[in-house]
T-cell receptor
């Protein structure tokens, strides 16, 4: 029972490169989320998926796309990375409001 | 959208003393208020939550209070211990899906 897993743990990209962050859960939750965390700014919602087959924008969606592949998996794609996307990215799953976070991906864009 | 403000941004307490963190929210429709603890380099973890039909909730040394009229809620940690040192985040939700987070409070417990 791994809970919420994320890959990779660390990534360095050059400006303009693309990459996909992967998230998987075995908690059987319907909802999944992607957040970014920057110093002094708390956690900001990028995109979320209330259930399999649906996705919606959060507070800071520009520059990102998501795919809810099935109930377990929710990926976040950066099509053309920018230095402003340097951050720690957390995936989360939720049920009845409670959210449980993955270990995070530390992304640096140079 | 919902706006959550959290104070103070840093808090230093002597071991054994109490710590209090306060949050205010803007959307009167919000009805779920969780608190998360994040240790350095780790993921945020849910430590306690409260719904709007309850005024106070306790779990061992931590408690949360909610004042719906004033639109604020607080986290209280009693008998603080070194392992309570972390960043604490409050959040609010009106739909059981999206959480709006405060900016966080860094708590340091001095031995």
């Amino acid at each position: 029972n791994a809970g919420v897993t994320q890959t990779p743990k660390f990534q360095v990209l050059k400006t303009g490169q693309s990459m996909t962050l992967q998230c998987a859960q075995d908690m059987n939750h319907n909802s999944m989320y992607w957040y970014r965390q920057d110093p002094g700014m708390g956690l900001r919602l990028i995109y979320y998926s209330a259930s399999e087959g649906t996705t919606d924008k959060g507070e800071v969606p520009n520059g990102y796309n998501v795919s809810r592949l099935n109930k377990r998996e929710f990926s976040l794609r950066l099509e053309s990375a920018a230095p402003s996307q340097t951050s720690v990215y957390f995936c989360a799953t939720g049920q009845a409001g409670e959210q449980y976070f993955g270990p995070g991906t530390r992304l640096t864009v140079t | 959208g919902e706006n959550v403000e959290q104070h103070p941004s840093t808090l230093s307490v002597q071991e054994g003393d109490s710590a209090v963190i306060k949050c205010t929210y803007s959307d009167s429709a919000s009805n779920y208020f969780p608190w998360y603890k994040q240790e350095l380099g780790k993921r945020p973890q849910l430590i306690i939550d409260i719904r709007s039909n309850v005024g106070e909730k306790k779990d061992q040394r931590i408690a949360v209070t909610l004042n719906k009229t004033a639109k604020h809620f607080s986290l209280h940690i009693t008998e603080t211990q070194p392992e309570d040192s972390a960043v604490y985040f409050c959040a609010a939700s009106y739909d059981d899906y999206k959480l709006s987070f405060g900016a966080g409070t860094t708590v340091t417990v001095r031995a």
